[in-house]
């Protein structure tokens, strides 16, 4: 009866060993096509703008590429009328249920910095010497100690006239080619697997319209990180608070007499009340968050003077009370002052913490390991797709690095072979998640 179990055992082991040989040896065929595919889609501007109801025409054109690249990979692929892509992959398994792996990426770039027009400038075997861009942009070893890591290696930079877009379409890049990987190995064992490619990240609207109908993983995640083994495991969560005080019609030289009231004293008392400089921007660092005033409307034909309010912090007690505080001020000033004040929240994004199943992160440690590379898990103060989707959606997931430096730059740049090892923890992710039961995961929540 051992010697019996033990076969099964010892065959498992073979297998899963001559699995891992076979994968390595299938993700360095696929790493040459990945610098191409990379620069093929930085040429193409994709710069997404919050001027604009949902879209705008660069975002089109590079949704319309990529559905047509991806298509072509054969698996059931929805092109959504928000021009979402997703592509359900059916298990391959046989006989047993895997969870279902999520990976996503965005396919916009930011509205901050020009990124039409980009010439992206390949720069094969880096030898440390400072780079110099047009426009005097310049990088180096001391605004980028990471780049020390890239001697000999193969980086891209823009021109220096507007940024590379490597944030995210080196994501996007892990992610097709995965897609092509999957397509071209059906023999290569997987569960379930959604994937997803949003607009608009960069305005803070990628999860949006996102439709769980077709992206609904048991693991979730984002690539859209930045260097070598970097996991995103926290981040800011994040409100808009409006609050909109109404100011009273009349001449103010007889205001005591005729009730006009000035909404401009209120909103500065507002914040004044409700911002205190221990809690500005300024005076936040680590895990702590803040509160900031950032903009001020004054709307002559209603009367009334806006105030926006940015709340970020990783702690929602901490959130609480931030707002709890905007409340208060304008509950007393509107009495003091006797003028109406509205205050509006807009959820933004949340804290993925709050969200992620326990052992997500173990198996993103595996399929590191196994790519060589050393998890590094941080603490983002910002928001990513995965955090817009915790707020939507109420399911996290981590944010992976894809091989992006200076994000948002005129000196971004990206590392080749950090978005190839992210691909192959990608590949990886695959083969992990396929490992496990679907049973497991029930016991586990
Ligand atoms: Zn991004």
Redesign the pocket.
Known sequence: MKKLLAWPIIAAFFLSASMAFAQGKIADKYRAGMLPRFLSYVQIGSMSDNSVEWMTPGQEKMAEVLYNEIKAFGFPTHFSKDKYIYVNIPSNLKNRQAPVLGISA?YDTTPDIIGNGVKPQVIKNYNGQAITLKNGHVINFMSDPYLKNMLGKTIVTSDGTTNLGA??KAGVTIVVTLLQTLAENPKMPHGPIHIVLTPN??VGRSAERLELKYYHPDYAYDF?GGVNGEVVVANFSADRVVATVQGVNGHQSYAAENGYRNSAKAAGDLIAKAAPSANLPNNSRGEQGYVEPHHIEYDPVKNTHSVDFRLRYFDQEEGKRYLENIKQAADSLSKALDVAIKVQVIKQYENVAYGVKPEALSILSAAMKEAGVTPDTKKERAGTTSAMIMAKHGFGGYTVFTGQNN?HAFTEWLSEEDMFKAYKVALNLVKQVAQKQVAQLKVSK
């Open positions: 965005h944030d995210d990240e960069d859209d994000p």
